[in-house]
Each structure stands twice: as C-alpha cells, then as structure tokens.
C-alpha cells in the first residue's frame, strides 16, 4: 500500500492506495484485483476485498465501493450498501466511523478526500471525463452538507496514468480548451502529430485548487507503466487482452 504524509498526520483517518500486489488473484489479475466488474473470480475477488477491510482493521461488509460509472455524482453514505444494490455514483463521503470508502482504478485517478479536523472522509475516481464534469466539484459540495468547509480539506490525487502514457486523438484536447483556454498547459505533443499526451493529474489537481480544496497532494506514478504494482485499462487494450483488474484505494474515519 501507499500512503501520503498529509493524510496520515490527520487524527482518526486513516487511508491506503492499495497496488495490484498482496493478493489471491491469478492470470490477468495477479494479485489484489478488486473489481468486482472484472471476469476473475468471484470468490478471489471477494477475498481480496476482504484483505482490503482487515488491513484497515474492519469487517469485510463494512468496504463500501459505488457502481461507478465515469459520472459527476457524489453520495452521502450512512450505512454499507447491501449486495447488488450500490449506487450509480463516482464518489463518497461520510461522517460515519467505520465506513471504508473505495475507490477502484486501472489508470482513472482515485482521489481520497479528508476533513483536517478528522469529521468526515471522501473519495473519488476521476477520469477524464468525470473530472471535466464536475466529480471533484460534487465532492466538495457534499463534504460541505457535512459541515466541512472546502479550505478545510486535503485530497490527494493517487496512483493513475501519467501524461508520457496518455495519447489522445486530435479532437480530445476542445472540451478541455472551450472550459478553459489555461487548460492547453496539461497537453503537450504526443510522439504522433495530431496526437497530444494529457496530463490527468495535473488537470486534476487544478479543479481541486478552483473548487477551494485547502491542501493537495500528488503521488507520482504510472499505473500504464509500472505493471508491477499497478492494473492499467490502456496497458491491456494495447496488448490486446481481454480483461483487466482493477486496484483499489480506500479511506476510514475511525471510531
């Protein structure tokens, strides 16, 4: 797993960007897939979700993740969803002690969301899509139906493709220039013309400064390159694969 400093100094939260390592998956999803959306195997699946909760030192019904959908919806949650019944939402937050809140990826960003005086946590899978529509935004918004008040969050923006791996086509970069002419500083040109690399990240970390978000912190990796420790949806689609796993990062508030 990794943490951030900025998190971990946060009384009664505590926090993990998992990798794909430490878990009972085999093949395609070696080792801790825990996307339940994948074709691995059910029961493997469940079990590494269940290693998730205990390493956070809670029961295994108590990991809650959303039907995530690349959407700009954020949920309070009061209470683990039961079976089959999560919401279509991309991100969390609760006041709740106990609740694990995960977020799971395979190159969108997980963005882990708490409060500096430890009275609710968030979390958000952004990709580029959710990103630009406002996931981040939303968050916010209901971390302060919490009472949370915006300069009073940190988020850090973990694992996800970095912009050397993210190649898009030629007509990618409009809806990011018609929000925001400033927003030509995360593309720069691809090893194709016509072909930019998006830096996701750094776009994200700019939303959360527009939306308030006091304190923000990056964790520099590759999710596309470093197929040691990370899933990477574009990695698999370049081999050809037919599947992929997904890694998962979580945040608690603790009792």
Known sequence: MITLAVLNEIPRV?????????GLSDGLYRSLNCGPGSKDQPDAVAANRARIAEMLERPADH????????????????????????????????????????????????????????????????????????????????????????????????PCIAACSYEVGPEFPKVFLDEDPRNRDFFAKGRRDGHPLFDLPGYIARRLAQAGVGTIGRIPADTCRDEARFFSYRRSTLRGEPDYGRQISAIVLER
């Open 14 to 22: 505590r926090h993990a960007f998992f990798t794909r390592e430490g």
């Open 63 to 158: 990991l809650v993740t959303v039907h995530q959908a690349h959407t700009a919806l954020a949920v309070v949650v009061d209470a683990p969803f039961a079976p089959g019944h999560a919401p279509k939402a991309d991100a969390m937050v609760t006041n709740r002690p106990g609740l694990v809140l995960g977020i799971l990826t395979a190159d969108c960003a997980p963005v882990l969301f708490a409060d500096k005086k430890g009275r609710a946590v968030g979390a958000a899978h952004a990709g580029w899509r959710g990103a630009q529509g406002g996931v981040l935004d939303q968050t916010v918004a209901r971390m302060a139906e919490l009472g949370v008040a915006a300069a009073d969050l940190v988020a850090v923006v973990g």
